[in-house]
């Protein structure tokens, strides 16, 4: 049911765009025929039209939520973009911009005032501003902060003392505190009193009077108990918290295993400092699988789809040249057995297999010690554990599809000689991709470097110029010389 739903969502989103371009291409076909008009008109009609054409914008943007206004911003090319973002209300554009891409939120904002980017930000809470602050520019930052009152001002800058990746830079500043020794009735009054509760809500927080986390009182105890019960009865005590420097990593793996929806955050002296939510946990989540997917192919999650291309391709440049090198590297290994392929042509049909294979073992390998190395599974005691399985899963795979490889190279080539020399060769390929997958991402962490980003690359590397070394090397020794 939930897949359907999600499913007939994604459709409306994708005719809302739909919809919208083809008033786009309306809107630019109407403005070619004003060029037409008489030079003494052509000024008060394109006026006209441009009024016009912002006016059926904004009542078409006014029915969407902020992520759906994301949604269609960052499938528009960069003209049409801003001239919809004009449209959408300054009072919307803050959560707008909350929900975009790094690279699409700062294209709009470098069209942007001063003065419309501190009016889009003020309309935020304190921790969706500390969220936005690094992707303003440092004017408009101070602009911002001056612009907000005492509490929020202290609050954002309390935010950004975390540093990325932490528990405190994700967690919520807005919640209810109550002490231990009232009953349900006196906290039921009290969240009444509020004009707005913290949302999401689903329980409250009990401290002391220095403000350290004694224990939680869910929302659900709190409805179902006895109004004359006291909280210190209720509540949990000794709740399953974090603490504000906790890597966020820590808290995906807490939250996956123990299916929290929220959990408390305390600074070092236990005193209570906010909460982690689910749904910013699986924010991280989704940014951190995006982020990946672009690194292993030389990109970063600040890639605009519709970038200007020299930028874009400034921006490849870096692993293109690492592509280029290890290419020709690997050509040098072909180059020295020229006389043996040569001697042997089938070898020149035969080398991609060896190579493809083993960067595919590669490559499964790559995937998990990453995961593991993401949720510190690997540590210096089960390393060779590790190891050990993945070449046991190598040589079980290599004596598998060496010989059906062996078998197939027979077949086609009538050769024996030929046919052992592929299957050693992919068998000894894997197992070389299999330690590449593993070694290679550890490298690049002790080096402080992130081992998603070139893993893949090196691995091609090691696996191509390895397999071609091993199948024409071995070839030039048995068949050839």
Request: charged share 20%; glycine share 6%.
């Amino acid at each position: 049911m939930e897949a359907e739903q999600h499913e007939q969502y994604h459709r409306s989103l994708e005719a809302t765009l739909g919809e919208l371009l083809d008033l786009l291409a309306r809107h630019r076909l109407e403005r070619e025929l004003s060029l037409r008009q008489a030079p003494d008109q052509r000024e008060l009609v394109d006026s006209l039209l441009g009024r016009q054409h912002h006016a059926e914008y904004q009542r078409r943007l006014a029915r969407m939520h902020p992520a759906d206004i994301a949604f269609v911003l960052e499938r528009l090319p960069v003209e049409e973009r801003v001239q919809v973002w004009t449209a959408v209300e300054p009072a919307r554009r803050g959560g707008v911009l909350l929900e975009l891409a790094d690279g699409v939120r700062e294209g709009l904002i470098a069209t942007m005032p001063q003065r419309e980017i501190v009016d889009a930000a003020e309309h935020l809470e304190s921790d969706e501003i500390a969220y936005l602050v690094p992707s303003l520019p440092q004017d408009a930052v101070a602009a911002l902060l001056s612009s907000l009152d005492q509490r929020d001002r202290q609050k954002v800058r309390e935010m950004l003392a975390f540093p990325e990746g932490t528990v405190g830079a994700l967690m919520d500043i807005e919640f209810v505190t109550v002490r231990d020794d009232v009953v349900i009735e006196v906290v039921l009054r009290y969240l009444r009193r509020h004009e707005e509760l913290p949302d999401p809500f689903d329980q409250v927080f009990v401290v002391d009077r220095e403000g350290v986390l004694a224990g939680v009182l869910r929302l659900k105890d709190l409805l179902t108990h006895d109004p004359d019960c006291p909280v210190a009865e209720v509540m949990q005590r000794d709740p399953l918290a974090f603490t504000t420097h906790d890597p966020v990593t820590e808290a995906v793996d807490v939250f996956e295993r123990y299916d929290l929806v929220s959990a408390p955050v305390v600074n070092l002296h236990g005193k209570l400092a906010g909460v982690l939510h689910f749904a910013a946990v699986m924010d991280f989540i989704s940014e951190q699988a995006e982020s990946q997917q672009l690194k292993q192919v030389g990109l970063d999650e600040d890639t605009d789809l519709f970038a200007p291309a020299v930028q874009s391709a400034r921006n490849r440049w870096p692993w293109l040249g690492i592509n280029l090198l290890t290419a020709l590297v690997a050509s040098r290994v072909i180059g020295a057995f020229e006389a043996t392929i040569e001697q042997q042509v089938a070898l020149a049909a035969l080398m991609p297999v060896v190579a493809s294979i083993g960067g595919n073992t590669g490559n499964q390998t790559v995937a998990l010690v990453i995961r593991g190395l993401a949720l510190g599974q690997i540590i210096a005691s089960s390393l060779w554990i590790v190891v050990r399985r993945e070449l046991a899963i190598a040589a079980v795979n290599g004596l598998l599809w060496g010989c059906v490889v062996a078998g197939a190279a027979a077949l086609f080539y009538r050769q024996p000689l030929l046919s052992l020399v592929m299957g050693l060769a992919v068998c000894a390929n894997l197992l070389i991709g299999a330690l590449a997958g593993v070694f290679i991402p550890l490298a690049l962490e002790r080096l402080g470097r992130d081992p998603v980003l070139g893993s893949s690359v090196l691995l091609t590397f090691v696996t191509d110029a390895m397999g071609f070394l091993l199948l024409l090397g071995l070839a030039a020794w048995w068949i050839v010389g």
